[in-house]
């Protein structure tokens, strides 16, 4: 008889604390998290696109591309992204690192024809060349550059699209974000709003 009055209290006590994890951890955890992401930052929740004049939007059609997603850029004109690891550049569907080691000789090799790239680019010396301009994220799929890279890329910039090096430089630090919760990460540049900015800058001058 106790045994099973034990059985029946240990189930109900069970039952009762996977009711109470599915209400906190399957309910109310996420409805927290969604609001908060609402309130602190509602254009990705929207899900980050942005149009060509640098506003954020819903509509897919008035878009250019995500603030989330890094993306080619064909224009030797404008900013130049990081490299892409993820299938032929920033595939959404193939995103991964390439899981090279430091000492990959395939990577090394892939290294030092990325500097000699940029710096013959630039106008500048391999060893000016910032890493994250030769080298790919973990995701692939990283919108952001260095500061030091935009800044590398500033000069080019200003004399294709006809604008001052310091006007650049301008958009460059107005398309900087900072660290995140302040001390996580590097100061980073958001490549598609700087080179938004500085295409409005170009037709407006």
């Given amino acids: 008889m106790n045994t099973v009055y034990d059985l029946w209290r240990q189930s109900l006590a ?44 819903t509509d897919v059609d008035d878009a250019v591309g995500s603030q989330l997603l890094g993306q080619v850029v064909d224009d030797p004109d404008l900013f130049q992204n990081r490299p892409s690891a993820a299938g032929d550049g920033y595939d959404t569907l193939s995103t991964y690192g390439s899981n090279y080691g430091p000492e990959e000789p395939a990577l090394i090799d892939l ?10 680019r630039e106008g500048v010396s391999p060893s000016q060349v910032p890493p994250d301009a030769v080298t790919a994220s973990g995701s692939g799929l990283d919108p952001d550059i260095s500061v030091a890279y935009a800044e590398l890329q500033a000069p080019r910039v200003a004399r294709a699209q006809g604008l001052s090096v310091e006007a650049v430089r301008a958009m460059i630090e107005d398309s900087t974000g900072g660290r995140s919760l302040g001390t996580l990460g590097e100061p980073h540049v958001d490549v598609l709003l700087l080179n938004a900015a500085v295409l409005r800058a170009a037709q407006e001058g």
Avoid: C, K, M, N
């Fill in 14 to 57: 069970g039952l009762r604390l996977l009711i109470a994890a599915t209400v906190v951890l399957g309910l109310a955890y996420p409805l927290v998290v969604f609001g908060f992401g609402r309130v602190a930052a509602p254009w990705q929740a929207d899900g980050s696109l942005v149009t060509a004049t640098g506003e954020h939007t």
């Fill in 111 to 120: 290294i030092e024809e990325r500097q000699t790239e940029v710096a013959e």
